[in-house]
Every structure is written in C-alpha cells, then in structure tokens.
DNA sequence: CAATGTTGTTTTGATCACAC
DNA sequence: GTGTGATCAAAACAACATTG
C-alpha cells in the first residue's frame, strides 16, 4: 500500500495574502515525496477554518487513496489521475473493504455509521472536484447510496471476501456490541472523586474541577489565562481580584465553530484553583517552561504539566483515560465511558436542581425551559439546546429522587464550590475513600 | 408546525508505538 | 511505568430538510 503522511502547514496565502493552516498529503513513491495536487487543493480551499476539520478531512482522503492504490484499476497509474478515473463504484468498494477488514480483524470498528459518515465526506472532495470543473466519474447524485452490511446478500458476500474464519459474530451482532455502553447517566460525585485521585499530575485535577464549575470544553480550558487580556482583564488570580462578589464573568474567545460567549465562574472555584495549583505548583513550573522555550511563560498560559508544558486538549484528554483505567481497577464499578467530556453535562445538571429543587419533580416542563433555557445557553454555547435541554431535566429529577434527603444541601449548592459542593454530600455507594478531600489536592 | 431525520462541520476520545 | 505525538474513530453541534 501506497504510504502517505499528513502535514500540518501554515503559510501566506498569495489569494488571499491572509495566513492560512491546513493538512496537506504527501505520499513517498520510493523514496520520493510527492504532493497530491487535488486532495491538496481541496484541503486549501475548504479546510482552511478549523485545523480539526483539516485533519478529519485529510485523514479520509489519505485512506481512500492509499486504498485506491492497492486496486488492480490504478495499477501503474500516476497519483494525479486517480481522481479522473475513481468512480461511485469505488468508493461502494472502499467502504465494504472497511467492513471486511473489521471482519477479518474481528473488530468492533470502524461501525457502518462511521463508515457511511466518512463516505459522505469523500463524496464531498468529488462533489468540490466536479464544480471546480476537474473532470471526474463520481457522480455525486447518488449520494445516498449505503452499503446495507445487513442484508444477508450483502453479509454473506463480506464474509465470503474476509479470509480469515469467522466465528459466530455476524456484522448485526458486531454493531450491536459497538453501541453497547452503561447508561450515559451524568458522573457521580463517588466516580468524581476516584477519578481524581488518580490523577498522577495535580493540574488535571484542578482542570477537572474547573471544568465542572464552567462547563467550559478542553479546548477553551487549556486557554484559561493567569491574568486575561481583551474582555478578561479582570481575570488574575483570585486573591488580587477578591472583592467580595460570589461570581464573575468571563469570555471565552473562538470556541467551537469560533465563537464567542460569556460565562460566569463562582469565585470559590478560583480560590480552589489558586490554592491547589497556582500557589503550588505554578511558579515552578513557569521556571520549567522558560528553560525549555528560552522565553518566559506568557500570562495568558495557566495550566502547565509537571515538565512544564502547556496542556493541550489531547493531554486532557489521555490523562483522563489513564485514571479512568487506573479507577476501573480500583473500583470495578467505575463506568468505563466516562471521559472528561462528561464535566460539561454536569453544570446544567446541578444548575437546573439548584434553581428548582422539589419543584423539579412537580413542575412542567415548559415552565421551567423558559426560566433556565437562557442561562443554560450562554454558559454552554449551544444555538438550539431544546433537546439536551430535556435530557438534562431528566437527569436532574432522577438525581433529585436519589438524593430526596440531601435536597437542602442540593439547594444550597450555587452558593458553594465544585470542591465545597461534592464534599458535603455523603455518598451513596460508599465509593470514595471516607477520608478524601479535596483540600488535599496535590 | 413540531418532531424527527440529514448533512456538513468541528470538536473530543482511544490506541499504539516509542522515548525517557 | 509514565508521558507523548501520530493516527484513526466517535461524538457533538448546527443548519437545514422532511414527515406525519
């Protein structure tokens, strides 16, 4: 199979004299390194927005090409007439391909849905391709087109093409099995707490539970700032900004889709955020970045790991894996899909209690959309939120029956800290340490 | 016309090889 | 063993389209 690599590149665009950054492919024909000219094209011109759109995006196309490269049709072809000569049938190919191999490496993954998501995206490199007038035979009318992996033709034809013995696991059973997971119920305070304790770095810790105070994404924590500029100025750290006020604002800057928006942080959660990384860790590692990057450490960079690196998305990320295994081990009980992300599900949660409380069990649903909706909203960025909107009612009535005899604490709780608020329940499985706190951190 | 589905885009998450 | 970057996969989000 043809190697390809991808690249990550920015430069000045002569259109547009603006910086640009995108993927770009390039695949090694003995030795050489060749440009692939149209894949290339396309990821200039549509890719250009959000280097994670790039990445996805080059990530298909390197796959489909190097797929393209291993047919008998592109035998002795050159790379820059591939486009010309793939046609529908090729990518029906690509995709029953991607299913064997799943079968063959008795896998659950890729799944049909993923395959068809990524499907559509190729389709969409030919549909750019034949606008732009580059002449190819993808006609991309037929978009619709799905492999159906389970009629039993179709089944019986993959399992012919998968060589090696198949057990008893048909394509149906294997999609089935990817879906399966625990319910999606939001984090307990008991898996909250285990989990941070298997932090080894105390700066996830703390990321952790700024995450839970803010619902705020990785990727606008790993921007939160020591001391913030533009709308942020009043952001520093919370002993020089401690004016007695509970709350303050604060605006996240090019999110998701590069947007904007404003949102509010209990005070408490800074001071946790001062006393269990700033004032212990933070200095010393701003040394650590100086060494290593010759400059002094930006104020606009808060979180630093151990050797001094800013933490990244991706560091949140595989952290977070790590001590969700560690925690499996721990206490098998543990739900194995809980990830970082899940933080964002819990401020609506705890927001939606906090506003209620019994009514919450009583009320109609539309009363209290119209109450919290907007709050809700802006703390979280969504456009539209109706939908999550009911689900987070739900979660929080179920969390609210479970929690009857806590409910004063549970009414109390914007007033209180992440930290404040998990600490002063008790918990119900008995999960946690008796002896843990989160005043320990570090 | 609201519920549901599709499509296109943008993000986060998992895994694995490798360095220390 | 821990941490990391590269790569592949999956989930989330938003705008739009269709259905009942």
């Not at 950054?21 to 890719?47: E, R, W």
């Not at 008998?72 to 049938?89: A, I, P, Q, T, W």
């Not at 799944?111 to 998501?117: K, L, M, V």
């Not at 750290?237 to 998701?256: A, C, F, L, P, Q």
Request: proline share 4%.
């Amino acid at each position: 199979m043809l190697p390809i690599t991808i690249r990550e590149i920015t430069y000045n665009s002569v259109e547009t004299t603006k910086t640009v950054s995108h993927c770009i492919l390039i695949a090694d024909k003995g030795g050489k390194h060749v440009l692939l000219t149209h894949p290339n094209l396309f990821l200039y011109k549509k890719t250009q927005s959000s280097l994670s759109t790039s990445r996805r995006y080059a990530s298909i196309v390197s796959m489909f090409y190097r797929f393209l490269s291993t047919q008998s049709k592109m035998k002795g072809k050159e790379l820059g007439v591939y486009h010309h000569l793939v046609d529908n049938r090729d990518i029906m190919l690509w995709q029953v391909q991607r299913q064997v191999d799943r079968l063959e490496g008795q896998s659950i993954k890729p799944n049909s849905e993923t395959i068809y998501e990524d499907a559509k995206i190729l389709l969409g490199y030919f549909h750019w391709l034949n606008e732009q007038g580059f002449v190819t035979n993808v006609q991309v009318g037929l978009r619709t087109w799905r492999a159906n992996f389970k009629s039993k033709r179709m089944l019986s034809y993959i399992q012919v093409k998968a060589k090696v013995k198949i057990d008893a696991n048909n394509i149906r059973v294997l999609d089935k099995k990817s879906r399966q997971r625990q319910s999606d119920f939001l984090i307990t305070e008991g898996e909250i707490k285990l989990l941070l304790e298997s932090y080894v770095d105390p700066v996830y810790r703390c990321i952790f539970n700024l995450a839970l105070g803010t619902a705020m994404r990785p990727m606008d924590l790993v921007k939160f700032p020591f001391i913030g500029n533009r709308a942020n100025k009043h952001i520093l750290s919370y002993s020089e900004m401690d004016n007695g006020h509970k709350t303050t604002s604060y605006t996240v800057y090019e999110s998701k889709g590069n947007k904007d928006r404003k949102i509010v942080i209990n005070m408490e959660d800074l001071k946790a955020l001062e006393e269990h990384y700033i004032t212990p860790y933070y200095g010393e590692r701003k040394k650590l970045y100086k060494k290593k990057y010759g400059h002094s450490c930006p104020p606009d960079i808060l979180f630093l790991n151990k050797k001094g690196e800013p933490v990244t998305e991706k560091m949140i990320a595989s952290r977070t894996n790590d001590a969700k295994k560690k925690s499996m081990k721990v206490d098998p009980t543990f739900r194995p899909h809980l990830s970082f992300y899940q933080t964002r599900h819990w401020w609506p949660t705890q927001h939606i209690i906090a506003t209620f409380g019994e009514r919450l069990l009583t009320e109609n649903l539309e009363v209290m959309y119209l109450a919290t909706a907007q709050a809700i909203q802006n703390q979280m960025g969504h456009e539209d939120i109706e939908t999550t909107y009911k689900h987070y009612i739900d979660m929080a009535r179920v969390i609210m029956m479970v929690h009857r005899g806590h409910s004063l604490d549970l009414i109390k709780a914007p007033a209180l800290s992440v930290g404040q608020f998990i600490t002063s329940l008790s918990l119900p499985t008995g999960i946690a340490k008796p002896d843990f706190s989160l005043q320990e951190a570090g």
